[in-house]
């Protein structure tokens, strides 16, 4: 059981190029979830989804985009690349057991826009 | 969602009790406490979930007064590797929650 894994752990974008981090889960959680941290700060919601097929915003939607085609996936897709996504992006997943919620993080993509 | 408060730091020993607690004035009735811990370089992982009263785990204490406006994460025993950020979370039950982080609690344990 891998939990939830993200990759790539490191990348250098130029400003303007586009790239996919990419998260998958084994826990067949429905609920899936994807953050930036900045440094010294909290985690910023971005998008989430709640099952396959089914995306909503976050906090800090701009200049992203999500798709969740199945249960164990949830890519997120930066098109235009801007120093401002420079961040360490976390993808979550979580069940629910009886009212209340746990969120399983993975280990995060440093991104660098240059 | 309640706006949580904690403190920015705290330092402490090896072998002492840590006490970080968090202020939520504004916790609904339905919201429920979780506190996570993350390490440099890794993702947030939880550590406690708690309503009301006291709850218990392998790992700390979890307190929260009848008022519930405030609640006190308790470390017992810290070691070095209990370095790390601490965030206090008001969730709503039943449903996903797109937590609200804040900058949590930098914890340091010296030697």
């Known amino acids: 059981n891998a939990g939830v894994t993200q990759t790539p752990k490191f990348r250098i974008l130029k400003i303007g190029q586009s790239m996919t981090l990419q998260c998958t889960q084994d826990m067949n959680h429905n609920y899936m979830y994807w953050y930036r941290q900045d440094p010294g700060m909290g985690l910023k919601l971005i998008y989430y989804s709640v099952g396959a097929g089914i995306t909503d915003k976050g906090e800090v939607p701009n200049g992203y985009n999500v798709s969740r085609s199945t249960t164990e996936d949830f890519p997120l897709r930066l098109e235009l690349a801007a120093p401002s996504q420079t961040s360490v992006y976390f993808c979550?997943?979580?069940?629910?057991?009886?009212?209340?919620?746990?969120?399983?993080f993975g280990p995060g993509t440093r991104l660098l826009v240059l | 969602l309640a706006k949580t408060t904690q403190p920015i730091s705290m330092d402490s020993y090896e072998g002492q009790e840590v006490n970080i607690t968090c202020s939520h004035n504004?916790?609904?009735?339905?919201?429920?406490i979780t506190w996570y811990q993350q390490f440099p370089s890794q993702g947030p992982r939880f550590i406690i979930q708690g309503y009301k009263t006291k709850v218990t785990n392998e790992v700390a204490s979890l307190f929260i007064p009848a008022d519930r406006k405030s609640s006190t994460l308790s470390l017992p025993r810290v070691s070095l590797s209990d370095t790390a950020v601490y965030y206090c979370l008001v969730q709503l039950s039943g449903g996903y929650n797109k937590l609200i982080f804040g900058a949590g609690t930098r914890l340091a344990v010296h030697p």
């Open positions: 979550a997943s979580s069940y629910l057991a009886g009212v209340q919620e746990t969120q399983y």
């Open positions: 504004n916790i609904a009735t339905n919201d429920y």
